[in-house]
């Protein structure tokens, strides 16, 4: 059964930090990411790694990093110098072996003062 469980959400002011982790289990992943949903909008791509690339949506390029621990079969989501307009639901999201997706419960990131 394939997991994902996600943590580090969480209220932050303007300018601030925080780190989200997603854990895997059940899955034999490909591809991992984190999509974002505020409300009244789509969901939105924040960042994927893949394969040793990563790739990132241009209004978090220089504030955000992913990264993958491969041992632990978990992401990570860096996001540093947080905006209000960061402020969404984040979804981890897997991709497997034979396009096998799966998605995360959400965590919320709210960025207030």
């Known amino acids: 059964q394939v997991r994902l469980v996600e943590s580090g959400g969480g209220l932050v002011q303007p300018g601030g930090s925080l780190r989200l982790s997603c854990a895997a289990s059940?899955?034999?992943?490909?591809?991992m990411g984190w999509y974002r949903q505020a409300p009244g909008q789509q969901r939105e791509l924040v960042a994927t790694?893949?394969?040793?690339?990563?790739n990132y949506a241009d209004s978090v390029k220089g504030r955000f990093t992913i990264s993958r621990d491969n041992a632990k079969n978990t992401v990570y989501l860096q996001m540093n110098s947080l905006k209000p307009e960061d402020a969404a639901v984040y979804y981890c999201?897997?991709?497997?072996?034979?396009?096998?997706?799966?998605w995360g419960q959400g965590t919320q990131v709210t960025v207030s003062s």
């Open positions: 999201n897997a991709v497997g072996d034979y396009g096998v997706t799966a």
């Open positions: 059940g899955i034999r992943i490909r591809r």
């Open positions: 790694t893949s394969g040793g690339s990563e």
